[in-house]
């Protein structure tokens, strides 16, 4: 039981540059989000799922796309990276009777 | 709009002693309150998740209390030790989990 797994841990973009960040769950949860975290700001919510096929906005969600193809796995995509897109993202999953949510480790992104 | 303050933003404590880390919130319409760990460079791992109609919740040397009313909870660490080092972030669930950013805490030996 892994928990919830973030692919890749670190990436460097040049600004313009597009990439995609994969979160996968083995827990069977049907809620799935996409946070960003800044000094000084806190975890913002990106975009979240309630089920697959299913997608949300979030807080922040421009420059970022969603994808939840299957229950397992929730895509954040950046079609043209930006600097202020440099932050921490992190995934959660929840099930759907308890609120409580489960982080992956993070993915560290720089753009240049 | 939600908002959520964690108070002090830094704290640096004797091992041994016991502590106290402050969340208030701003509206008190909320589902539940989860305290979070986050560790240099790694992920947030749940500590306690308090319901609404809940008062507390313990864990081992932690304990959280929530009153809703005044809109604040606070995370009580008993006989700190130097592993209980790591930011201290408290959210609030509304119809989306709301964080604060955090306190970190320094236990030193």
């Known amino acids: 039981n892994a928990g919830v797994t973030q692919t890749p841990k670190f990436r460097v973009l040049k600004t313009g540059q597009s990439m995609t960040l994969l979160c996968a769950q083995d827990?069977?949860?049907?809620?799935m989000y996409w946070y960003r975290q800044d000094p000084g700001m806190g975890l913002r919510l990106i975009h979240y799922?309630?089920?697959?096929?299913?997608?949300a906005k979030g807080e922040v969600p421009d420059g970022y796309n969603v994808s939840r193809l299957k229950k397992q796995n929730f895509l954040l995509g950046l079609e043209s990276a930006a600097p202020s897109q440099t932050s921490v993202y992190f995934c959660?999953?929840?099930?759907?009777?308890?609120?409580?949510?489960?982080f992956g480790p993070g993915t560290r992104l720089t753009v240049l | 709009k939600q908002e959520v303050t964690q108070i002090p933003a830094a704290l640096s404590v004797p091992e041994g002693e016991n502590l106290v880390l402050n969340c208030s919130f701003t509206?008190?319409?909320?589902?539940?309150l989860q305290w979070f760990r986050q560790d240099p460079g790694k992920g947030l791992t749940s500590l306690l998740l308090?319901?609404?109609?809940?008062r507390e919740q313990t864990s081992g040397r932690l304990n959280a209390s929530l009153d809703k009313s005044s809109g604040r909870s606070t995370l009580y660490i008993a006989a700190s030790q130097p592993g209980d080092s790591a930011t201290y972030l408290c959210a609030v669930l509304d119809d989306k989990l709301i964080f604060g950013t955090g306190t970190r805490l320094q236990v030193f030996p």
């Open positions: 509206d008190s319409a909320i589902y539940n």
């Open positions: 959660a999953s929840r099930p759907l009777v308890t609120h409580e949510q489960f």
């Open positions: 799922s309630v089920g697959e096929g299913t997608t």
């Open positions: 308090i319901q609404s109609s809940q």
């Open positions: 827990m069977n949860h049907e809620y």
